[in-house]
């Protein structure tokens, strides 16, 4: 990639504490072949941004340093190549990084048009999360109705999106939070049995109401391993896609095999263009009507000025945030 004059972006002076983050100008992306350049509107923090802020989540060779996963804004140069887009569509976009900043390069297969029933800042809140949540709950594990979904961390950007993912395919979705205004919050979405992780076994809880899950999609890792295995139906699916409670547990594979289980861990970030291409081409054809509808819908806690990015890292590690931050660039 080249660059030319510059522009703003939030940049890690070293991994650490929110602090670290400070806003900088930058030298401005230039699109490649099969790019575009985007004018950013606003960009959301992810779980992954804290991971890389604290040194544990690199970017993938070639992607930019600069933390920021998904973007919404405006298409303002087409690199080489591209022609499905114009410049002036508006747009959000999935990205490998780079969205903490007033321009980011994307390729052209990872961007989405805006919904119809969402405007271009809460659009920034939606790539990460609706391309995690259904390649996982519908392309990976096969979430369909009559499913029973248990969603670990139900109040973040992952849960609060696949609560409404799950309830629109008709699936009964269960969900854990720590404390009962969360998990309110939570049935307000469409959450059918709620479990507060600090009082309650959601082993217990979910087994006692429907029998257990056919799918249970997972961002704690080692804590949650046995039990998750527990809670499953026969035939069941666990699907893992992050490491908050540890990243070395115990398998019974007796225990799973008793069950005809699948475990399966996934990653987003790391996926080649082509496999994203492939998940953002089938979230725009089946997720993006539910949201043209209103059927599912971004939810955003607060928005913020991408100079307070480190105040909205500083409420993600606090863990009160429900739904997503939104960091606006202009």
Known sequence: MTYSRGMRAIMLREPGPPENLELTEVPDPEPAPGEVLLDVAATAVNRADVMQRMGNYPPPPGASEILGLECSG????????????KVGDEVCALLAGGGYAEKVAVPAGQLLPLPSEVELISAAGLPEVA?????????????????VLLVHGGAGGIGTHAIQVGKALG???AVT????????RCRQLGADITVNYREQDFVAE???????ADVVLDNIGAKYLDRNI????DGGHLVIIGMQGGVKGE???AKLLGKRGTVSATALRSRSLESKAEIVADVRARLWPLLDQGTVLPVIDQVLPLADAAQ?????????VFGKIVLTAK
């Open 251 to 253: 398998l019974n594979i």
């Open 206 to 212: 979910l087994t006692a109401a429907t029998g257990g």
């Open 171 to 173: 699936a009964t979705v």
């Open 177 to 184: 939070a720590g404390s009962d205004e969360r998990l309110e």
């Open 312 to 320: 909205a890292h500083r409420a993600l590690d606090e863990s009160g």
């Open 230 to 233: 527990d809670v499953l139906k």
């Open 74 to 85: 405006t298409i303002t140069q087409l690199g080489e190549g591209v022609t499905e887009w």
């Open 131 to 147: 391309c995690t949540v259904w390649s996982n709950l519908v392309m990976h594990a096969g979430l369909s109705e009559g499913d």
